[in-house]
C-alpha cells in the first residue's frame, strides 16, 4: 500500500507541475529552477548523514543549516538590484566589476567541482544495489563517473549537449513528485508502525560545526536566481528566489521530522546513499523509486552546472577560451576531483568552493553599498557577518566521516 500511495502522490504531483496552468506561469518558471537545483542531491544526503553526526538532534543541525543559506541567499538579493544595475553602467575597468569578474571564475570553479559531487553520488546510489568487492567500488565508481564525463565532453564537443540539457530539465517535475512520494511514504511508516526504536542521543558541540559547515552544497543552488536576468525582472527573481528557499526549507525539515521513527537505523547507514536503506527498509521497491530520482537528479544537475562552467570560463575569459575547451578544463578538473577524493571528501569540497563564492557575493555587497549608499549600515554589518561565516566554511569545512 506504501508503495502504491507513494507513487500516486508522486504522479499527481508530477502532473501538476507539468500540465497545469500555475506550472507554465513565469513565477513559477522562475521559482523551480533555484528549487530544483536546492532540494536535488541533497534531500538524497543529509538525512542519513544529520543522523549520523547529530543524533536526534538532525532537526537542529538542519535547521542551523538552512539558516545560513538564507542569509546567502539575502545577500545574493541584494546584488540582484544593487549590483546588477551598479555593473550595467560600470567601466571595464571598474575595481567593482574585476571583484565581478573575479566571482564568476570562483562559481566557475565552484560548478567544475559540484559535477564531480553530483556524478559522485550518480554512482554511489547507482552501484549500492550491487554485489560488489567493497575493495572495487571506489575504482568502480570513479571509472563511471569518468566515462560520463567523457561521454558529456564529447557531446559538448559535438553542439548535442544542449539538447541533454533540456531533456533533463524536463526531469524537474518528475524530481519534485518523487520527492513527494517518499515523504508521503514515510509519514505512513511513522503513523502505522510508530516508534518501534530509541531515538539515538543528541550530538551537538563545537566539534559539530565544521562538519556541518561541510554539507552547505546540500542547500546551495538559489544563487541560480542571480543569473536568469535574460528571462526574468530583477523583482520576480528576487521573489521567486525567496519563495523556492521558503519551499525547500519545509520539504527538508519535514523530511527530517518525518525521519525520526528510523534516525536510529538511519544513523547507523554507511556511505553517502544511505536514504536507500532506509526506503528499502519501508518497502523493498521504494529503493527503485528513490533510485530513480537520485540518477535523473544528479545527472541533470550535472550538466546543468558542466554547462554552466564553461559558459562562465568564456565569459570570465573575454571569449578567448572558446566554450568547447572551456568545458574540457572542467571536466578535466572534475575527473581529477574525482578521482582524489572520496565521497565524503568531495561533499566538503564542493561546500568550500560554494562557501567561497558566497563570500564573494558578500564582497560585492558591501562594496556597492558602500559606494552607492545602498542599504544601511546594518546591511553592511550583515554583508560582513555572513561572508566571515561563509570564509570560515571556507577553510574548516570537513567532510561528514572524517
Same mark, same amino acid.
Given at each position: ?105 570562483? @562559481? ?10 553530483? !556524478? ?30 567523457? @561521454?558529456?565532453? /564529447? ?11 533540456? @531533456? ?17 511514504? /514515510? ?27 561541510? !554539507? ?42 518525518? !525521519? ?51 559558459? @562562465?570560463?568564456?565569459?570570465?575569459? &573575454? &571569449? ?35 562557501? /567561497? ?46
Amino acid at each position: 500500500m506504501i508503495v502504491a500511495v507513494a507513487l500516486g502522490v508522486a504522479l499527481i504531483v508530477t502532473l501538476a507541475l507539468t500540465v497545469s496552468p500555475f506550472a507554465r506561469s513565469d513565477g513559477w518558471r522562475a521559482t523551480v529552477t533555484p528549487l530544483a537545483s536546492i532540494i536535488g542531491s541533497g534531500f538524497l544526503i543529509c538525512g542519513p548523514l544529520l543522523a549520523r553526526e547529530f543524533g536526534s538532534a538532525a532537526i537542529l543541525a538542519m535547521g542551523l543549516l538552512l539558516a545560513i543559506a538564507y542569509a546567502a541567499g539575502w545577500v545574493i538579493r541584494f546584488n540582484i538590484v544593487h549590483v546588477e544595475n551598479h555593473l550595467a553602467e560600470a567601466r571595464f575597468n571598474d575595481p567593482i566589476a574585476w571583484v565581478a569578474r573575479l566571482t564568476q571564475a570562483v @562559481l566557475a570553479l565552484a560548478y567544475a567541482v559540484s559535477v564531480a559531487y553530483y !556524478l559522485k553520488l550518480l554512482a554511489e546510489f547507482t552501484l549500492k544495489p550491487v554485489a560488489i568487492d567493497l575493495a572495487w567500488q571506489p575504482v568502480a565508481a570513479n571509472s563511471i563517473v569518468t566515462v560520463i564525463i567523457v @561521454l558529456m565532453t /564529447l557531446l559538448a564537443l559535438g553542439g548535442s549537449l544542449r539538447k541533454v540539457e533540456h @531533456l533533463a530539465h524536463g526531469t524537474v517535475s518528475i524530481k519534485i513528485g518523487i520527492i513527494a512520494g517518499m515523504l508521503v511514504a /514515510l509519514g505512513i511508516a511513522w503513523a502505522r508502525g510508530g516508534m518501534t526504536e530509541p531515538l539515538p542521543p543528541a550530538r551537538i558541540s563545537w566539534a559539530s560545526i565544521p562538519m556541518l559547515l561541510g !554539507l552547505i552544497i546540500t542547500v546551495q543552488g538559489f544563487e541560480t536566481s542571480r543569473y536568469l536576468g535574460h528571462d526574468y525582472a530583477a523583482a520576480l527573481r528576487i521573489r521567486t528566489m525567496r519563495h523556492a528557499q521558503w519551499i525547500a526549507s519545509v520539504i527538508y525539515l519535514a523530511f527530517i521530522t518525518l !525521519l525520526t521513527p528510523f534516525l536510529a537505523r538511519a544513523a547507523a547507514t554507511e556511505g553517502v546513499a544511505g536514504i536507500l536503506d532506509i526506503m528499502e527498509f519501508i518497502a523493498p521497491a521504494l529503493g527503485i523509486f528513490v533510485l530513480a530520482g537520485a540518477v535523473s537528479s544528479q545527472l541533470s544537475a550535472a550538466v546543468a552546472d558542466s554547462i554552466g562552467s564553461g559558459g @562562465l570560463v568564456n565569459e570570465v575569459s &573575454r &571569449r578567448k577560451i572558446s566554450v568547447p575547451l572551456a568545458f574540457t578544463l572542467a571536466g578535466a578538473l572534475a575527473v581529477l576531483v574525482v578521482w582524489l577524493t572520496d565521497p565524503f571528501q568531495v561533499v566538503a569540497l564542493s561546500s568550500r568552493a560554494f562557501a /567561497l563564492f558566497y563570500a564573494m557575493q558578500c564582497v560585492l555587497a558591501l562594496l556597492v553599498s558602500a559606494r552607492s549608499k545602498a542599504g544601511s549600515m546594518l546591511h553592511r554589518i550583515g554583508f560582513v557577518a555572513v561572508g566571515i561565516l561563509c570564509l570560515v566554511a571556507v577553510f574548516v569545512g570537513a567532510p561528514a566521516e572524517g
